[in-house]
């Protein structure tokens, strides 16, 4: 007969929404959240599967939720989504806003006189 070694049953990892949740970029809190376990237990967890730990997997996992949404943001472009082709040219292209000051021939200077010995005024 096998002896009890008591205490609580290892946690058993859904890889399947943890990969989701990785590729949507969500920290280790939040899918240990989604999981409804500890952070703490989540990254040991890993660690024991041979994974290195949740900073590991997370490395190994999140490219492909970058790529899907880089892939998304040029489709937009490419459909005429003005804003993202403004910004997808500031990103890749080094293409910025200039903001131009004229300074107006007639303006007068402004003057501002401090007198640090003056009475102060209610």
Same mark, same amino acid.
């Given at each position: 007969?096998?002896?009890?070694?008591?205490? &609580?049953?290892?946690?058993?990892? *859904?890889?399947?929404?943890?990969?989701? /949740?990785?590729? /949507?970029?969500? +920290?280790?809190?939040?899918?240990?959240?989604?999981? #409804? !376990?500890?952070?703490? +237990?989540? @990254? @040991? =967890?890993?660690?024991? *599967?041979?994974?290195?730990?949740?900073? %590991?997997?997370?490395?190994?996992?999140?490219?492909?939720? =970058?790529?899907?949404? &880089? =892939? &998304?943001?040029?489709?937009?472009? *490419? *459909?005429?989504? !003005? +804003?993202?082709?403004?910004? /997808?040219?500031?990103?890749?292209?080094?293409? +910025?806003? =200039?903001? #131009?000051?004229?300074?107006?021939? %007639?303006?007068?200077?402004? #003057?501002? $006189?401090? $007198?640090?010995?003056?009475?102060?005024? %209610?």
């Amino acid at each position: 007969m096998a002896k009890n070694k008591g205490g &609580r049953p290892k946690y058993e990892i *859904d890889y399947k929404t943890l990969l989701g /949740l990785c590729k /949507l970029q969500c +920290t280790g809190e939040e899918c240990a959240a989604v999981l #409804e !376990v500890d952070y703490d +237990t989540l @990254n @040991n =967890r890993l660690k024991e *599967d041979g994974e290195g730990g949740f900073s %590991d997997f997370f490395k190994k996992h999140s490219a492909g939720g =970058r790529a899907s949404l &880089r =892939r &998304r943001q040029f489709k937009a472009a *490419d *459909d005429g989504n !003005v +804003t993202m082709l403004i910004w /997808l040219g500031k990103q890749y292209l080094g293409q +910025t806003d =200039r903001m #131009e000051q004229k300074q107006d021939e %007639d303006a007068l200077p402004i #003057e501002v $006189n401090f $007198n640090v010995n003056a009475p102060l005024e %209610d």
